[in-house]
């Protein structure tokens, strides 16, 4: 017959024993929590009330150790989801506090910018055309960042709050990819070429234009900062397969090393502490691709270029606007 040590978790068996023991020696009242095997062959969280009497014998008294056993099981498994919630709501807090010191940072910068070169021109130091020329293209720059800024912050809201708004229609993607490929033709770096890749027969998805434009202007913005010669490339294509349609841009950037690969996606976090930007563009992107019924996908390597791409069903399920 099984005794009872064995009903015991290994790894609680060494403190059962130290309390055996000592309540043989001491008249004290112990308290501990060990597991014991159920009759569903899996441990049970269990508290042991111990304390040992002397019992009367023929021969004398003999210590005997007696025990109190209770079912805590849904106790500690109730205490070990506080815990992974605490310890979840304190890697939260530490990461918007994170935030908001980056944030403060990247807000200042291009207002400071802003009111410096806005002051300048309004003072009667005497200014070139060139200068001057310059100096609306530094506001209007530093401009467009503050707006961008803002945008992901009310984007980040938005998702926190469940309020993210989408409208799905049935859009030709030919037509979708071309029109953000003329819009960023006039963007890239001097050494830097534009390129596009779509098939003669275009594929229709049913989607939020809006949206999907947000992610792939992500991927391009992404591509453009850390691309300084070479190529970007945006296309799709349709994996009849797989019933997936993948856009894509790749580039001939400074790519990614692979164990960073999955942190891109995470909130607040920027690989590259110097670079312009919340953070927050490419989890934006992953919650407007999981909205999409898709999934986002990146492969790099240093020093070659990275392609991200956004992996899209071609009739995905929840296609209701909210």
């Known amino acids: 017959?099984?005794?009872?040590?064995?009903?015991?978790?290994?790894?609680?068996?060494?403190?059962?024993?130290?309390?055996?023991?000592?309540?043989?020696?001491?008249?004290?009242?112990?308290?501990?929590?060990?597991?014991?095997?159920?009759?569903?062959d899996t441990y049970l969280w269990t508290e042991f009330t111990?304390?040992?009497?002397?019992?009367?014998t023929p021969q004398g008294y003999l210590r005997q150790?007696?025990?109190?056993?209770?079912?805590?099981?849904?106790?500690?498994?109730?205490?070990?989801?506080?815990?992974?919630?605490l310890q979840e709501a304190k890697i939260s807090d530490e990461n918007?506090?994170?935030?908001?010191?980056?944030?403060?940072?990247?807000?200042r910068t291009p207002l400071n910018a802003i009111v410096g070169f806005s002051n300048l021109m309004n003072t009667d130091i005497e200014l070139s055309k060139e200068e001057r020329e310059n100096f609306t293209e530094l506001i209007n720059t530093n401009s467009d960042l503050l707006l961008n800024l803002i945008n992901d912050i009310l984007d980040l809201s938005r998702i926190e709050s469940g309020r993210m708004s989408f409208s799905f229609q049935q859009y030709s993607l030919n037509e979708l990819i071309s029109t953000i490929y003329q819009t960023f033709q006039v963007l890239m770096p001097e050494n830097v070429e534009l390129r596009m890749?779509?098939?003669?027969?275009?594929?229709?998805?049913?989607?939020?234009?809006?949206?999907?434009?947000?992610?792939i202007t992500n991927f391009l913005s992404n591509a453009i900062k850390?691309?300084?010669k070479g190529y970007i490339l945006i296309g799709y294509e349709y994996r009849e397969e797989e019933r997936h349609v993948h856009i894509f841009v790749e580039d001939t950037g400074i790519g990614i090393p692979k164990e960073k690969q999955d942190a891109v996606f995470n909130r607040f976090t920027k690989l590259d502490e110097f670079a312009k930007g919340t953070g927050l563009g490419l989890s934006i992107c992953k919650v407007i691709a999981e909205r999409f019924d898709?999934?986002?996908?990146?492969?790099?390597?240093?020093?070659?270029?990275?392609?991200f791409s956004i992996i899209l069903p071609l009739n995905p399920k929840h296609t209701e606007s909210d």
């Open 1 to 40: 017959l099984p005794t009872f040590i064995s009903w015991i978790h290994p790894e609680d068996r060494d403190l059962w024993d130290k309390a055996i023991k000592q309540s043989l020696v001491e008249d004290t009242l112990l308290t501990i929590e060990i597991r014991l095997l159920s009759a569903q």
């Open 197 to 215: 890749q779509i098939p003669e027969k275009s594929i229709s998805i049913p989607t939020d234009k809006f949206r999907l434009t947000q992610v």
């Open 96 to 107: 918007k506090t994170l935030f908001l010191a980056n944030m403060s940072h990247e807000i």
């Open 294 to 307: 898709g999934y986002i996908a990146v492969e790099s390597e240093i020093g070659k270029g990275s392609r």
């Open 65 to 85: 150790p007696f025990g109190l056993c209770s079912d805590i099981d849904n106790l500690k498994n109730k205490q070990k989801e506080l815990h992974a919630l």
């Open 226 to 228: 850390f691309t300084q």
């Open 50 to 56: 111990i304390s040992s009497h002397n019992i009367p």
